[in-house]
Antibody, heavy 115, light 113 residues
Framework: EVQLVESGGGLVQPGGSLRLSCAAS????????LSWVRQAPGKGLEWVAN????????YYVDSVKGRFTISRDNAKNSVYLEMNSLRAEDTAIYYC????????WGQGTTVTVSS | DVVMTQSPLSLPVTLGQPASISCRSS???????????LNWFQQRPGQSPRRLIY???NRDSGVPDRFSGSGSGTDFTLKISRVEAEDVGVYYC??????????FGQGTKVEVK
C-alpha cells in the first residue's frame, strides 16, 4: 500500500524552528517528486515547497523562501521540511504529497506558532 | 502567478441530483508539451485531500464514475452526476502548468440541502 506519514509538528513560539518529516512506503521513493502543502485553520490548500527525485531542484512559495528548506533522504525514503523564523501565519496542518500533481497525500501534521 | 477562481464557493445539493463546480484560471493552462495540468481534489470533513481528477478529465483509481472533469484553456468543470452522501466536503482545483507556484482555487463546499 502506498503511504505517506508525516511527523514532527507541535507548538512553537514565534521565531522558533521545527523540522517536519514524511516517511514513505509502498513505492519506489527515489522515482518521485515530493511536495509539502499546508492548510491554515478553516482555510484552503496552499502549496509550500517541492523537491525533485534526486534533490537537484527545489521550489518554494514566496512567503517561506529563506525561512523553510525542503530536503530528502532517498536511502531513508523520507522527505523533510526545516522551518525557521516561524510566524503565526505559518500555523497550519502540513501535508506531504507524492508528485507535483499530488496523487497521494499523508494524514498531515499540525504546526501551531504561538506564544 | 496563475490565479484559480472557483464558483460557487458553497453548493447546497439534493442527494441523487447532479452538481457542477466551475474553475477558471487567469492564464491558459495548456503546457508546452500539449497537456493541460489541471487537477481536482476532494477533502471530506476531517480528512486529508484526495486527488480525483488529473489532466482535466482523467479519473484516479478508485474514483467513482459519477465524477467527471472537462474543460480547456482557462475554463474547467467538475461534475457529479448524482450526488451521494459521501460526496459532502470541499473540492479544490489546482494548476500545475505555470510553476512555481502550484496554485489552488479557494475551494467549493458541497453540502446536502
Amino acid at each position: 500500500e502506498v503511504q505517506l506519514v508525516e511527523s514532527g509538528g507541535g507548538l512553537v513560539q514565534p521565531g522558533g524552528s521545527l523540522r517536519l518529516s514524511c516517511a514513505a512506503s509502498g513505492f519506489t521513493f527515489s522515482n518521485y517528486w515530493l511536495s509539502w502543502v499546508r492548510q491554515a485553520p478553516g482555510k484552503g490548500l496552499e502549496w509550500v515547497a517541492n523537491i525533485k527525485e534526486d534533490g537537484s531542484e527545489k521550489y518554494y512559495v514566496d512567503s517561506v523562501k529563506g525561512r523553510f528548506t525542503i530536503s530528502r533522504d532517498n536511502a531513508k525514503n523520507s522527505v523533510y521540511l526545516e522551518m525557521n523564523s516561524l510566524r503565526a501565519e505559518d500555523t497550519a496542518i502540513y501535508y506531504c504529497a507524492r508528485r507535483r500533481t499530488m496523487d497521494v497525500w499523508g494524514q498531515g501534521t499540525t504546526v501551531t506558532v504561538s506564544s | 502567478d496563475v490565479v484559480m477562481t472557483q464558483s460557487p464557493l458553497s453548493l447546497p445539493v439534493t442527494l441523487g441530483q447532479p452538481a457542477s463546480i466551475s474553475c477558471r484560471s487567469s492564464q491558459s493552462l495548456v503546457y508546452s508539451d500539449g497537456n493541460t495540468y489541471l487537477n481536482w481534489f476532494q477533502q471530506r470533513p476531517g480528512q486529508s485531500p484526495r486527488r480525483l481528477i488529473y489532466k482535466v478529465s482523467n479519473r484516479d483509481s478508485g474514483v467513482p464514475d459519477r465524477f467527471s472533469g472537462s474543460g480547456s484553456g482557462t475554463d474547467f468543470t467538475l461534475k457529479i452526476s448524482r450526488v451521494e452522501a459521501e460526496d459532502v466536503g470541499v473540492y479544490y482545483c489546482m494548476q500545475g502548468t505555470h510553476w512555481p507556484p502550484w496554485t489552488f482555487g479557494q475551494g467549493t463546499k458541497v453540502e446536502v440541502k
